[in-house]
């Protein structure tokens, strides 16, 4: 349904894209992780027919973006990092305004406005209060809704959730994944691994404006080592004794001094967090905190090419150029 | 894209603008405030220099031609925070007309100018200005300054999408304006300006509007000022009509350009 071949792109002396290649079956949710940076939002924008590449093809629900603009728009919707909704008019204008311009009659919008108004819960605000004074979850939302008036085969979701509070990340969330359960193609950007894990079928990692991984949540987590310890020292522990009773069980283990925090893969799940702590109590050393956890991007990161994630400086290069900005402090 | 489709998402886009202004009123406040200023000043401060009663006959024309030039730097405005917000990428990642977002612009913005019309004419009564024609020509003096509106709007928004951020679209958009209302027949009669300005301001767009105005409101120059000549002075109506005509088909073809441009590259 999306068909990336080799695109780049290049912003002066900086190589936003080099060479990045992609396919989303049909149906299917596509994660595509990365920094601020990586190269997510100038893919992004190649997908929408807001740039085009130097060089290579992307071919949206049958046509080419480059080429056949009004095609892949007719059949691509498209929800930003940071909601494009008119704070002066209502949700319900909004999305009325939306359908309408993709060529629905005034009638068919409105009844279709109200509809996805009840299901993105919205039907309360709908009506009574304009864009501007929603809640950031609340415009996430109705950004959403906007990019699915039309019932469109394929959805672009840039940073769906980046700047949002937990409550509203969840309520994205369940958005997207009802939007998922419909048979909707979707491909949306995070920085989050966990944000990927929870909503998609299948995950690239894009790093430098290159690919670097694909896989499931699962393969990704195997390849940097699966799940990870965290120990926390109580203060005044004795580190040195930790890391060597740590090391004792088996693992490796990194110690951030200043945090007093001990990080490892786990050897063997549960079972390893319970031999650490066994040899941490043997040691004498007092721990505040424990736990067993799924490993952060930066850590995918760091297995995948050695480097931590670096965020570099500009991502977007397209106009204008305090939005740019604005967008990485928002990500920031 | 068809013209009935710019035309159909072109309302749709006025519409929403429409909307906007109608909730936020005080962005009105400068399209009022402004032409009931300059009518006072010019009228009171310098007008009794250039002939008091008199210049206020034909101060109305020339502070008409004026405020709906300034009134371009609203379209600027309005188009550079839509770019800047996001809105405008995306309307460039619908299915709509490439000329739809700025064709609404420059069509709700007549709703700006309409009101600052409104005002220039009460203003004017208030200091005496009267109409001394009839009603067809005083319906083509409205209908040349609504077509006068809307074609100068859209060198508002050729600015707006080339300068990309509100500040630099503010600044950018006033300040052509000075030299443009100031060296014409706005104000003093094109001919009172001297050797090459006096040709600028006797070909100036600004002066055939304001030209068009007075004759089609029989409002007489001052008895002490040069009587303008020439052909741009002779075919005012005419004249600025070609005006409207030239600088939509210029300004339109050249803003939407920049639309599709915006982060193409």
Request: glycine share 10%.
């Amino acid at each position: 349904m999306i068909s990336i071949q080799g695109i780049t792109k290049r912003f002066g002396d900086h190589q936003a894209l080099a060479g990045v290649d992609l396919e989303v079956p049909e149906g299917s949710v596509q994660g595509l992780l990365g920094p601020n940076g990586a190269g997510k939002t100038t893919t992004v924008r190649v997908l929408t027919t807001l740039l085009d590449p130097d060089a290579g093809e992307a071919i949206v629900a049958g046509h080419s973006a480059i080429t056949e603009g009004h095609e892949v728009r007719r059949r691509l919707g498209v929800s930003g990092q940071y909601a494009a909704v008119d704070e002066k008019l209502t949700g319900f204008e909004n999305l009325t305004m939306v359908g309408e311009l993709y060529g629905m009659r005034r009638r068919e919008a409105k009844a279709r406005a109200r509809e996805l108004l009840r299901d993105f819960r919205l039907d309360d605000v709908g009506d009574a209060r304009r864009a501007g004074q929603y809640s950031g979850g609340m415009r996430r939302r109705l950004d959403l809704a906007g990019a699915i008036v039309a019932r469109p085969p394929v959805v672009i979701l840039d940073e769906p959730t980046t700047g949002l509070d937990p409550r509203g990340r969840r309520d994205t969330w369940d958005a997207i994944e009802s939007l998922a359960s419909g048979g909707t193609t979707v491909l949306l950007t995070t920085q989050y691994l966990e944000e990927a894990d929870q909503l998609a079928d299948s995950i690239a990692v894009i790093d430098a404006g290159r690919i670097i991984a694909e896989g499931t949540a699962t393969e990704l987590k195997a390849q940097a080592g699966g799940a990870r310890i965290d120990v926390v020292l109580a203060p005044g522990a004795d580190a040195t004794a930790a890391l060597a009773a740590v090391r004792s069980t088996g693992h490796d283990a990194d110690l951030d001094e200043r945090a007093r925090r001990l990080t490892g893969a786990a050897a063997d799940g549960s079972d390893g967090l319970v031999a650490v702590l066994r040899a941490l109590e043997q040691a004498g050393v007092a721990v505040s905190e424990a736990a067993l956890r799924q490993p952060t991007l930066d850590e995918v990161f760091l297995r995948i090419t050695g480097l931590p994630a670096v965020e570099e400086p500009s991502e977007a290069g397209g106009a204008p150029t305090d939005r740019a900005a604005a967008s990485e402090e928002v990500a920031a | 894209m068809s013209i009935a489709g710019a035309i159909r998402d072109g309302g749709i886009v006025a519409r929403r603008n429409i909307l906007g202004v109608r909730r936020t009123p005080g962005a009105l406040v400068t399209g009022v405030a402004q032409p009931i200023i300059f009518v006072l000043i010019l009228a009171f401060v310098f007008g009794g220099a250039l002939g008091g009663d008199d210049y206020r006959q034909f101060l109305i024309g020339g502070i008409l031609a004026q405020t709906l030039t300034f009134n371009s730097s609203f379209t600027a405005v309005y188009l550079a925070k839509d770019l800047q917000t996001g809105l405008i990428d995306r309307f460039r990642a619908l299915p709509m007309s490439r000329v739809g977002v700025i064709l609404g612009r420059t069509t709700s913005d007549l709703v700006t100018s309409v009101i600052s019309i409104l005002v220039i004419v009460a203003c004017g009564f208030a200091i005496g200005w009267r109409l001394e024609s009839n009603v067809l020509q005083i319906v083509v003096v409205f209908l040349l300054l609504l077509l006068y509106a809307f074609a100068i709007s859209w060198i508002g928004a050729f600015i707006a999408m080339t300068a990309r951020s509100v500040e630099v679209a503010q600044s950018l958009g006033l300040l052509w304006l000075f030299p443009v209302c100031f060296i014409s027949g706005a104000f003093v009669s094109a001919d009172m300006l001297p050797g090459p300005l006096r040709v600028i301001a006797e070909w100036n767009p600004v002066t055939a509007v304001a030209t068009a105005v007075r004759q089609g409101f029989g409002n007489e120059a001052p008895a002490g000022f040069a009587t303008a000549g020439g052909w741009p002075a002779d075919n005012a109506l005419l004249y600025a009509f070609l005006c409207c005509v030239a600088i939509i088909a210029i300004f339109a073809p050249i803003a939407v350009t920049q639309y599709r441009r915006i982060s193409k590259r």
